[in-house]
């Protein structure tokens, strides 16, 4: 199956072809109100630890090691990805955040967690369950 995640910034104008609006990011962006901004949900639990992204803004770590350690997140806590899935299969995901440089930021290595999540979903529902059990039928006597 296909999904359609794509990324926004919070500033830029919401469209009606966004499907699902959700701000991931952990603070809530300055100066929006938030009737201004077509949320569907404010959904701070996939973003990156305050920890991790403290150290990123203070060049205690590259970006790369980042990159690792939130992938490691979000493999520690799959979980967290369950309510943005669930957008994304009913149609058209928006991940929005305040980042300056989209590219640069952690949305899409959050985009690719979940279109992976998605895939292994998918194929599990293909396999074949194991097969029924029939009752062992005893002839009548």
């Known amino acids: 199956m296909s999904y359609e995640i794509v990324?926004?910034?919070i500033y830029s104008p919401g469209e009606p072809t966004d499907g699902a609006r959700v701000l991931v990011d952990r603070l809530w962006p300055r100066g929006k109100r938030r009737e201004s901004l077509?949320?569907?949900e404010w959904y701070r639990?996939?973003?990156p630890s305050p920890s991790l992204s403290?150290?990123?803004?203070?060049d205690e770590i590259s970006p790369k090691v980042f990159a690792v350690r939130y992938?490691?997140?979000l493999r520690d806590h799959?979980?967290?990805l369950v309510p943005l899935m669930r957008y994304a299969r009913q149609g058209k995901l928006t991940l929005l955040s305040a980042a300056r440089n989209l590219e640069e930021s952690y949305l899409p290595l959050l985009q690719q967690a979940l279109l992976e999540a998605l895939r292994h979903e998918d194929v599990e529902d293909l396999e074949l369950a194991s097969p029924p059990c029939y009752r062992h039928q005893v002839p009548d006597e």
């Open 7 to 9: 990324l926004k910034r």
């Open 38 to 40: 077509a949320l569907t």
């Open 45 to 47: 639990d996939a973003s």
């Open 54 to 58: 403290r150290q990123l803004r203070q």
């Open 71 to 73: 992938r490691g997140e």
């Open 78 to 80: 799959p979980e967290n």
